[in-house]
């Protein structure tokens, strides 16, 4: 569901010092930064000012904060973080009197510097930005605290049960700050284009552990007080926070696993191949920058895949299988460690350089360890996802450089920044030869490494590279296209695997009545060809025929979270009902929206499928992430 809104008076508009497109300063390092949030009304004709965040009330042009040290205690009784924030702080422009921070349902409770109270104004908030906090900078402060607490609705933030766990004994707490939400639990620079260092000392139950996109030590002693630091410059979305009855399993040198003890044996046997994953990438792009690569399986509330918070990427308990079949999610994870992490997106509007770039390596890592046959399948059922978001989406939301003024900035995610992105660099790879594309990658990662830029700087970037390299071979129109207008553009390459070809045929076999579906052999399929053969079932099948695949697939019953999917979709449109009882359990026990968004878009359809969803909605609200409710409470209500 698109969640548009406008902007409140409290709406932002930023110019930027002339500076070169290709000039790494979007990182706000300098003065060639985004200046003064003022109060504007942004109109969709209006031109785009490509290095405006338009999702930040922060004024880092003017005063800039570079480190964060956090002291907070959780809550769980009261469902908050409480404790403060120091803020170290470099002014940009000579006798800046006023930092402006981004918040949202946060109780700014005071501020001070060098032990003196500093007044402050919190402005009334905007229903997705939240609320500027204005503070008056003294002449000579350098640092300034706040002391704060979380509401116990922070968007950013989601307490769970001992019986929403999968230990059932122990609270949870994790943190998701993609896109704009890492306001809602510290008062900061909340953009892209800011990236601090931090420190923290988390203060938690005894019985319960801390981990942070930061320095994690798996032999820490569980006492309720923990130390963290990230010495590497972060965007404000990367900073993530989970406590739990964690315990951790190593795979590798510098790679392992935390998770609950009974989730921990199973992960580390699914995950055992990360390490040679996090090999290969640095063999191929350049050394690891992040010291280790861990994983935290979180509890099935979780409304993604996975987020790569740098050094703990945060991952979906769904993708754990039993056959590695689902690993690609922690390929994708780890190749943000150079596209996202390492070089990010400046703003909302230029997510697909994070992503785009991050599944291409995606489906490279995985033809490193799998081999060439799953990279095409995998790649086939990548480009079918992207070809379903074309044929549903608006054109403006097909365009890799989105115009996401005046929208909440979750607006971006969609197959187009992923998949799309992704296409158009296997197109340059094509075109150059995969081993002159491999040494740009490589280079780009260099030049920009631990910067935010734009998708103009990138374009720059190309025509200083690849576009004068090979003049021959490229074309800036092209590319223009591929960037800035919907569709896929003609001629774009399509992804085919020789897998897929029996699985076509014993397909339109059995729809054509020419054999039965116990005829099929399925045995040596993998997961991919059954996602295969069930996501390009026609829309409607007979009652017949869902009772012959199920009777003899057992797809009801699938306990791999993507098959089941794939089927449930199909029940649902053909409101075959056997299917019902497990169709509820799914809703109910899975918060990940990629997978249970689909579902209720598509019971909605009808009266009765959507009062069976409100029924299931509620049920599962409590557990859901805010993200996962907002995404889909417009399909029951």
């Not at 169709?583 to 929206?593: A, D, F, H, P």
Request: hydrophobic residues 40%; aromatic residues 10%; contains cysteine.
């Amino acid at each position: 569901m698109k969640n548009l809104f406008k902007l409140s008076s409290l709406a932002l508009v930023v110019t930027l010092s002339a500076c070169s497109p290709v000039e790494e300063t979007n990182s706000i390092t300098n003065n060639n930064t985004p200046s003064q949030i003022e109060s504007a009304t942004v109109t969709a004709d209006s031109a785009i000012d490509v290095s405006k965040d338009y999702h930040s009330y922060a004024n880092p042009e003017q005063v800039l904060v570079t480190h964060l040290n956090l002291d907070l205690t959780a809550d769980f009784t009261a469902k908050k973080l409480v404790g403060s924030v120091q803020v170290d702080v470099k002014r940009q422009v000579e006798n800046a009197n006023e930092l402006i921070l981004d918040t949202r349902e946060l109780n700014i409770l005071s501020v001070t510097s060098n032990g003196n109270p500093v007044s402050f104004d919190l402005k009334p908030a905007d229903e997705n930005l939240g609320a500027a906090l204005h503070i008056n900078l003294p002449d000579d402060a350098e640092k300034l605290t706040i002391n704060y607490e979380t509401s116990p609705s922070a968007s950013g933030a989601q307490w769970l049960t001992p019986a929403q766990t999968a230990g059932k004994k122990h609270p949870f707490l994790f943190t998701q700050a993609q896109a704009v939400h890492a306001r809602s639990f510290i008062p900061l620079q909340d953009s892209p284009q800011v990236r601090v260092t931090y420190n923290a000392t988390i203060r938690t139950p005894k019985e319960l552990l801390a981990v942070m996109s930061a320095s994690n030590d798996p032999d820490t002693e569980r006492d309720g007080v923990y130390e963290f630091n990230m010495p590497q410059p972060i965007p404000s979305y990367l900073i993530a926070l989970a406590i739990g009855d964690l315990q951790f399993k190593a795979m590798g040198e510098r790679t392992g696993v935390y998770a609950e003890p009974s989730v921990l044996a199973s992960a580390a046997a699914e995950f055992e191949d990360t390490e040679s994953m996090l090999i290969a990438t640095e063999n191929k792009y350049g050394p690891y920058s992040w010291d280790r690569y861990d994983l935290l399986i979180l509890p099935p509330s979780f409304p993604f895949g996975g987020m790569e918070n740098p050094r703990l990427s945060f991952i979906t308990p769904t993708v754990i299988a039993g056959d590695k079949s689902l690993v690609s999610l922690i390929a994708h994870e780890l190749a943000h460690s150079w596209s996202g992490n390492t070089v990010t997106n400046a703003t909302w509007r230029d997510l697909w350089l994070n992503e785009g770039f991050t599944t291409y390596l995606t489906y490279r890592i995985m033809e490193m360890i799998y081999g060439e046959d799953r990279y095409n399948m995998e790649a086939v059922l990548g480009y079918q996802d992207l070809q379903a978001d074309i044929a549903s989406l608006e054109p403006n939301d097909q365009i890799l450089a989105i115009d996401l003024r005046g929208r909440n900035p979750d607006d971006v995610f969609s197959n187009i920044p992923y998949e799309k992105g992704a296409l158009f660099l296997r197109e340059i790879e094509h075109k150059i030869g995969r081993d002159n594309f491999d040494k740009f990658l490589l280079s780009y990662f260099e030049r920009f490494s631990f910067k935010s830029i734009t998708t103009d700087q990138f374009i720059a970037y190309l025509d200083e590279t690849l576009l004068k390299e090979y003049a021959d071979k490229l074309d800036k129109a092209r590319i223009q296209q591929w960037i800035f207008e919907p569709g896929i553009p003609e001629g774009a390459p399509v992804p085919d695997s020789d897998a897929f070809v029996k699985v076509d045929s014993a397909r339109a076999a059995w729809l054509a009545g020419e054999s039965r579906a116990n005829t099929i052999k399925t045995d040596d399929w993998t997961v991919h060809q059954w996602l295969y053969f069930l996501n390009n079932m026609p829309e409607q099948l007979h009652e017949k025929q869902l009772n012959e695949l199920d009777k003899v697939f057992s797809l009801t019953a699938s306990k791999n979270n993507e098959i089941a999917h794939s089927w449930l979709m199909i029940a649902v449109r053909n409101e075959y009902k056997p299917a019902y009882e497990r169709l509820y359990e799914y809703l109910t026990s899975i918060g990940r929206n990629k997978l249970v968004k689909p579902l209720y878009r598509e019971l909605s359809k009808t009266p009765d499928g959507k009062a069976f969803a409100k029924k299931a909605f509620e049920e599962a609200k409590p557990g859901y992430h805010p993200l996962t409710v907002h995404a889909n409470e417009g399909y029951v209500n």
